[in-house]
């Protein structure tokens, strides 16, 4: 089971862009890259998933370089409603969601 | 809208008692699983299934037991074995139960045993 590590926290003034990296080094081959975004006392929710190369929705972007070692997470223009603990988990190689780690995530914290 | 309703929002329940949750999704998914948030945290995947009648046991199981009796419902009972069950329990269902299959939330419940 691909193993991620990601900042405990970070911070960002309104408006900057906001960028997470999330090391993920024995990824397998099959493994898709996901995060998810949790506001307190609330359930997490998907914002966005990537194989490879870059990935983006109205909400975000996703870089996942060639050797898919690591992958980071852009979060264009955050204002303070960005404020929330982001999860990026990897899949484990028999393609089972069931499998799927949530770790600490990244605590943001945003501020005008 | 579809989605995923947990119910209660707050539970308190008295040392040796059983509780249960409940999660029922409107989404048509195949999949739904149960986690379990301690403070500061991440999930912990306690049980999931795949299609009803089916559930198998996820990462931290003991004291917990499940039901899929219905495609739309999901669930959780709380057992006294269950050492430390103070928790944010939250429920999600999937399409499928593939890594390509996000995950859609429902908004937890809290529950409090003294």
């Known amino acids: 089971l691909a193993k991620t590590t990601q900042p405990i926290s970070m911070d960002s003034y309104e408006g900057q862009e906001v960028n997470i990296t999330c090391s993920h080094n024995n990824i397998a081959t099959n493994d898709y890259i996901t995060w998810y975004q949790q506001f307190p006392s609330q359930g997490p929710r998907f914002i966005i998933q990537g194989y490879k190369t870059k990935v983006t929705n109205e909400v975000a972007s996703l870089f996942i370089p060639a050797d898919r070692k690591s992958s980071t997470l852009s979060l264009p223009r955050v204002s303070l409603s960005d404020t929330a603990v982001y999860y990026c988990?990897?899949?484990?190689?028999?393609?089972?969601?069931?499998?799927?780690?949530f770790g600490t995530g990244t605590r943001l914290q945003v501020t005008l | 809208d579809g989605g995923i309703t947990q119910s209660p929002k707050y539970l308190f329940r008295k040392e040796g008692q059983n509780v249960t949750l409940s999660c029922e999704q409107n989404?048509?998914?195949?999949?739904m699983y149960w986690y379990r948030q301690d403070p500061g945290q991440g999930l912990r995947l306690i049980y999931y299934?795949?299609?009803?009648?089916?559930?198998q046991k996820g990462d931290i199981a003991e004291g917990y037991s499940v039901s899929r009796e219905k495609k739309e419902s999901f669930p959780l009972t709380v057992t006294s074995a269950q050492k430390n069950p103070t928790a944010f329990y939250l429920c999600a269902s999937s399409v499928w139960t593939g890594q390509d299959s996000p995950l859609i939330f429902g908004n937890g419940t809290r529950l409090t045993v003294t």
């Open positions: 299934s795949q299609i009803v009648n089916d559930f």
């Open positions: 988990l990897v899949g484990d190689d028999t393609g089972t969601a069931s499998k799927l780690t």
């Open positions: 989404l048509n998914h195949d999949a």
